[in-house]
């Protein structure tokens, strides 16, 4: 019966030992999930990370799509132009991109910009493919007041402004749903979209399809619409990525041209000095001129040398020596 206890004893010992340690290790485990997520919900985590798309003009060997860049123009100045601006983008840079220079001047000069006439009175004047691409308000306060208080932002950048880029966009552009049940309703002028920060978006849907009747006669289906103003803004953000593109290509082929004709004369023209051998020969008398203990006398040297040019000296002088 005292060894059953004292058994017992020892158990129950061991048993609160190694609980004390788990219990410690949980409490480590509790301590460091609850100071990582704070107990706060940041509104990036409320919504629907988008998903990926192949985009060809994003592979280092592809160029833009031109076609597709002249209907996503389309797109944006049928659709986008009314809400948001394009205020670093020229007219010209468009010239043989997405239209020839003689289109650009005429839409250009569809709209009108602020000038000064000859006695410095502020006039209209026609616009011109030097000009900014117009903007459809004239300061950001009546943005404001026309989009219930959420200015519409410019667009030049947006494809590098969002993370995600066009992925981004194409989801936001295509993901617009109907409120799910048991969430809020949206406040007058937002719409709900779960691939935008915190769902409610001050942008209703535009993109519909047949929002567009293309020029080309492409079937314009809402993906095939986002696609095209998507790669027009992708442009718009880069528009000399051909230009970039070709070059890295020529530096690309130039370097391996020189690596290659380095490579070809170091194998050819070169190879007789990488091989080359210096062979070192003795004079005659060297063994004369080594001391004993195999250093170079140089007292015994400098001393045959004098010796010779005094030989020398004498037979010049005609005295025998």
């Not at 936001?172 to 109907?178: A, R």
């Not at 920060?197 to 993906?223: F, K, R």
């Not at 990488?274 to 062979?279: A, D, G």
Request: net charge negative; charged share 20%.
């Amino acid at each position: 019966s005292g060894h059953a206890t004292w058994h017992t004893a020892i158990s129950s010992g061991i048993n609160a030992e190694y609980g004390g340690a788990i219990g410690l290790l949980g409490a480590v485990v509790c301590s460091v999930g609850a100071s990582l997520v704070d107990g706060q919900i940041s509104a990036d985590e409320l919504e629907l990370h988008h998903g990926h798309m192949h985009w060809e003009h994003k592979e280092w060997n592809k160029s833009y799509d031109h076609a597709a860049l002249r209907r996503g123009f389309q797109v944006y100045k049928e659709v986008c132009q009314a809400c948001h601006s394009m205020n670093y983008m020229y007219w010209r840079v468009h010239t043989d991109v997405t239209h020839t220079k003689e289109e650009l001047k005429a839409m250009a000069a569809e709209y009108m910009y602020p000038a000064t006439d000859d006695d410095g009175n502020a006039i209209e004047r026609p616009g011109d493919i030097q000009d900014f691409m117009p903007n459809p308000y004239p300061n950001s306060i009546k943005a404001r007041l026309a989009n219930n208080g959420a200015e519409p932002p410019d667009i030049t950048l947006i494809n590098v402004a969002r993370e995600g880029g066009e992925d981004y966009l194409f989801s936001l552009l295509t993901g617009y749903e109907d409120v799910p049940a048991g969430q809020a309703p949206p406040a007058e002028g937002q719409a709900y979209n779960p691939y935008f920060h915190g769902y409610y978006i001050g942008m209703a849907q535009q993109l519909y399809n047949e929002s567009v009747d293309y020029e080309d006669g492409t079937i314009p289906y809402q993906s095939q619409i986002a696609k095209d103003v998507i790669q027009y803004l992708a442009w718009t953000a880069h528009p000399y990525m051909d230009e970039t593109k070709m070059y890295g290509m020529k530096v690309m082929a130039s370097m391996m041209a020189l690596a290659g004709g380095t490579y070809f004369l170091m194998r050819t023209r070169r190879s007789h000095l990488r091989l080359r051998q210096i062979n070192y020969v003795a004079a005659e008398n060297h063994n004369n001129l080594i001391a004993k203990d195999g250093v170079v006398n140089n007292v015994s040297k400098y001393k045959q040398v004098d010796s010779t040019f005094e030989k020398m000296a004498a037979q010049s002088k005609g005295v025998p020596k």
